[in-house]
């Protein structure tokens, strides 16, 4: 049975997440309750908006300590949404050089568009460039719901598990062990982002 | 490669969604609460609900659904966000940023502005900086008049001095993310979009132009996002006649080799 935990620091998106976990999880919780969130088995931090707004309120909201037991140490399955993935890198250079979670390592820029208006928005199709039970039973190029201007730079190309192109190919899914992040929406991809997210809560 | 989008757009009038006829004539389709479901279907690429009521009051006359209740925009947006899984736009009556993060929290992804960003600017660039440009839709109703297209606002009874070209170009500037551009003459029409006045709006702008106004079948759809350069087309009245509308819609513009989402049943 799969508990989700998502991870409440004021991020905008988070009713629309916590809609689309509920049809799919039999518990879901958004709260920043250390108990809670060591008692989850899946945990979900979303976002939207700035790089550096998104870390000072988790920096400022969420019990760091917990977070890091239940993630870094005992490695439960965790996603990050949008800006919720970015966060994980090293740093980002949005509105001036801010600091990541730094669980793995890279960096966030912003798209090299090519002239392509951003935010990039709208239906992109995401390309596997590994296997992964995250992505499993989507087909090789399935389309997601993306809203940002920013991208993540793996380090390690290894971590790169798809990627989309608008102007620039940019990291779209990321993996390092037990840690997932998705540029796109899941929450506002239908049905291809209900699977991805069962493909989630598959992962133990 | 980022895709085109189809977009049903439902129209609710003093709490009933409506067919309406070069917004003047509105029919009445009934429970909006009801319609919701079927077009959310999963082909649509996104949903936009347009309030068009003229006062704050609703119709609570009609009760022919079993809904007893009046049905207001709030409660719509969110039974939607529950079940639809897309990307929502939420239109009219919105004066304030209060009212935009009212919407914004009960599950809309953006809010689109109408006569009050003709009339206030400001509001717009507001908008955009507090929101972001992605989530700011601004839609221009057109119409024909003796001097050329004309933006025209209040619900078409006041003409401004805009040509929608010059309007376009200023909402851009302002922070709009997005355009939805309706032509009065050929609302509820069936004869088509006005592909001129699309090409000419979506040439001379860097942000997308969402198309309405004129549907009368799949073809309609399909020419414009062949001859104009808008990235979305949006209809409401068609889509209100049978069952998986927008699917047959949405299979017609893939089939045909436009560069548009793969129809969901036939995806999975």
Redesign the interface.
């Known amino acids: 049975m799969s508990s989700v935990c998502i991870l409440d620091y004021g991020s905008?998106n988070v009713?629309?997440v916590f809609?689309?976990f509920s049809t799919v999880a039999d518990h879901v919780v958004v709260s920043n309750e250390p108990e809670k969130i060591l008692g989850a088995s899946h945990i979900v931090l979303p976002g939207v908006?700035a790089f550096g707004t998104a870390m000072r309120k988790i920096r400022d909201t969420l019990p760091m300590e917990s977070l890091e037991q239940a993630v870094l140490i005992e490695k439960r399955p965790f996603l990050g949404i949008c800006v919720g993935m970015q966060v994980m890198a090293s740093r980002s250079m949005e509105f001036g050089e801010h600091a990541g979670l730094g669980w793995i390592e890279g960096s966030v820029e912003k798209l090299d568009a090519k002239g392509l208006?951003l935010?990039?928005?709208?239906?992109?199709?995401v390309m596997c460039k590994q296997e992964s039970p995250l992505l499993a039973g989507l087909?090789d190029a399935p389309?997601f719901?993306f809203?940002h201007s920013f991208a993540f730079h793996a380090e390690n190309p290894q971590h790169v598990l798809a990627t989309t192109?608008?102007g620039e190919v940019f990291c779209s899914v990321i993996q390092q062990e037990n840690l997932y992040g998705v540029q796109f929406h899941p929450?506002?991809?239908?049905?291809t982002?209900?699977?991805l997210v069962k493909n989630f809560l598959s992962l133990s | 490669?980022?895709?085109k989008?189809l977009i049903p757009v439902l129209l609710l009038r003093n709490g009933w969604l409506v067919q309406s006829k070069q917004f003047r004539r509105y029919q009445n389709l009934g429970n909006p609460v009801s319609a919701v479901k079927r077009l959310s279907e999963?082909a649509s690429?996104e949903l936009i609900y347009l309030d068009i009521s003229r006062d704050d009051t609703y119709d609570l006359r009609r009760d022919d659904l079993g809904h007893p209740n009046r049905h207001s925009l709030f409660e719509i947006i969110e039974d939607v966000?529950?079940v639809a899984?897309?990307?929502i736009t939420v239109g009219g009556g919105i004066r304030t940023l209060q009212d935009i993060e009212k919407r914004?929290?009960?599950?809309a992804?953006k809010i689109s502005l109408n006569t009050i960003a003709v009339e206030e600017h400001k509001l717009v660039e507001l908008a955009a900086r507090e929101f972001?440009?992605?989530c700011i839709v601004v839609s221009i109703d057109v119409k024909m008049t003796e001097d050329g297209y004309r933006v025209v606002t209040r619900g078409t009874t006041q003409v401004t001095t805009f040509s929608p070209q010059d309007w376009a170009k200023k909402v851009e500037q302002l922070g709009a993310?997005?355009i939805l551009l309706n032509s009065v003459d050929r609302d509820g029409m069936k004869n088509g979009y006005d592909l001129e006045l699309l090409d000419q709006v979506a040439g001379g702008i860097?942000?997308?132009v969402i198309a309405c106004g004129g549907v009368g079948d799949w073809e309609h759809l399909a020419e414009a996002l062949e001859q104009t350069g808008v990235?979305a087309v949006a209809a409401a009245n068609i889509f209100h006649y049978s069952d998986q509308s927008v699917y047959l819609a949405k299979k017609f513009l893939f089939e045909r080799g436009l560069n548009v989402?793969?129809p969901?049943l036939l995806?999975?």
């Not at chain 1, 935010?119 to 199709?125: I, Q, S």
């Not at chain 1, 929450?187 to 049905?191: L, T």
């Not at chain 2, 914004?104 to 599950?107: E, Q």
């Open positions: 905008g009713k629309s809609n689309i908006g208006p935010p990039h928005v709208g239906w992109n199709n087909g389309d719901y809203v192109e608008y929450e506002k991809s239908q049905r982002g209900i699977k | 490669m980022k895709k989008r999963w690429d966000s529950k899984f897309m990307p914004l929290a009960l599950g992804d972001g440009s992605q993310g997005e860097g942000i997308p990235d989402r793969r969901d995806a999975i």
